[in-house]
């Protein structure tokens, strides 16, 4: 076994076992951007976004498509100014620390998460390499030139057909030290969330459209890592998202040639220079630590392109049969009135809001959960038809027709089985380190576990980042579902992992909870500032 195994362990005991540094503390003065910042680097502004979709289903991708997509997903849309209960309320008045929101959900709020398009022939813009820059809703040019072939051959002989039949890739990154300078050690296991709430945000934006997001995950990292200019021990690349471009094409099957930079086109040329963008990104902090455990869980899940699992491989790292006694079935799921648009514009953590003197109609809560088991990452790991990796667990609080109790979700049978009987209240509060939520209050905590172990033996160590992603779409699925159905959401890492596995009788099994997703409906009225009318 190698250090994730090591990695996921502390991960799953830090609640008794605390990670080092024990004693860290956050310098909030020396933080880092909140986004990248590349001097001298022209921003093209994006174009007018498609939100809505059309009539049928798009034949591609085009940039009103792109920009609504990544407006919806990573852009600001707004300002967080309700009046609610988590620790950085004194700080959101000051514009220097402003909370904006957006529609994919991130741990703490710190959105580390860097979007690079590698930009093709075919497509709207000069071929290179760009930034997207969320405070201005554009690119950032840092390259000029097709270097699509770069990313072909780092994707491998054996990529997905649709990663090597295109022009155009999306590249979701991570900087580290935007989120360890708050998060430290435990920073990989949130970063690699963060991926994963992207990714479905995405997912699911462009499935309303009638388009298809299939990461890829396995490729040669320090290969794609030089091409954008960054140090692969201190940002990890993570996803190569390949587009469907409307009326797209490659070099290869006809599309205009462009030269790739580095290199004159000349068949008796000395090798081309590898290619790099010219423009870096400029750090603030005037101190970056690092932290041996960050350097270590990176440095082992490392992609290359060699050792992309065979398909299949997944299979034997699927969900167990649910537990429990005999099913209690659920209503059919009630049908969301908005769509996803509407929904990401509307996400947000409830955040002590929940107000348990309205209980939840169990169609909704049938509707939450149906969404989130059908959620998968999509990478090329994963079989379309093949198992899921995610379980729900259902602690009940006050769901109409449903006795309190601790339930495990049969999406097939599309019913709850009793697990323990009683009401979770006390244990739900009990196990949580934070003060910003009253378990008690919602309606349902929502558990999901993955079989970590098993999912590292099945496909090697760079499994421990699909597992954080898988995680991370499931809380993203259950954001936008429950926005949709207007209910109040919050989802938290804060908690005892083996005091949940011990109440959920998984102690001895290699199930582990990852996440604790809590819904229900908030209090009326509550208190806000309408900031797009100041």
Known sequence: ???????????????RVPMEPVDFVPDWADRPRKAKFHPGAETLPLPEPVHEPSTGPAD???????????????????????????????ALPHYTQANWSRGTASGGGL???????????????????????????????????????????????????????TGQYLILSVKYWQN?????SFSFHAVSMDVGTVLQTWRLWAREHGLRIAPVLWFDEERIARLLGVDHREEGVFAVVPLEWAGGRTAEDGGPAVGRPGSSGSASSPAPVPAAVRHRDRERSRRVLAFEALHRIHEATLGRAAERPAPGALDRAAAPPPRGTDPLPLPAPATAPIGVHAALRARRSSFGRFDASHALAPERLAAVLADCAATAVGSEAERPEGPGLTSLYVFVNHVEGLAPGAYAHDPA???L???VPGPPGPFLQRSYFLSNYNLEQAAAVIVPTVR???VLDA??????????????????????????????????????????????????TDEAPLLIMLLGHERPRPADFRHEIA
């Open 60 to 90: 591609g991708f085009g940039l009103a498509l792109l920009s609504g997509m990544l407006q919806d997903s990573y852009g600001l849309t707004g300002r967080r100014l309700g009046i609610q209960a988590n620790t950085d309320l004194a």
């Open 417 to 419: 089985r009793l697990v």
């Open 459 to 508: 496909v090697g160590e760079r499994g421990y980042r699909l597992v954080g992603a898988a995680a991370g779409a499931v809380a993203q699925t259950f954001y936008t579902s429950a926005a949709a159905h207007g209910l109040g959401a919050g989802v938290a890492l804060g908690f005892d992992t083996v005091s949940h596995m011990e109440e959920l009788g998984l102690t001895g």
């Open 452 to 454: 970590t172990t098993a």
């Open 1 to 15: 076994m190698g250090y994730a195994h090591d990695y996921a362990t502390a991960i799953m005991h830090r609640g």
């Open 180 to 184: 360890s300078f708050k998060y430290n």
């Open 111 to 165: 959105y580390p998460v860097a979007v690079h398009w590698v930009a093709g022939p075919g497509g709207p813009l000069t071929p290179g390499v760009y930034h997207y820059a969320p405070h201005r809703h554009g690119m950032r040019r840092l390259l000029t030139g097709d270097v699509t072939g770069d990313i072909r051959e780092a994707l491998g002989p054996d990529a997905p057909a649709q990663a090597s039949g």
């Open 413 to 415: 049978a599309r019913s």
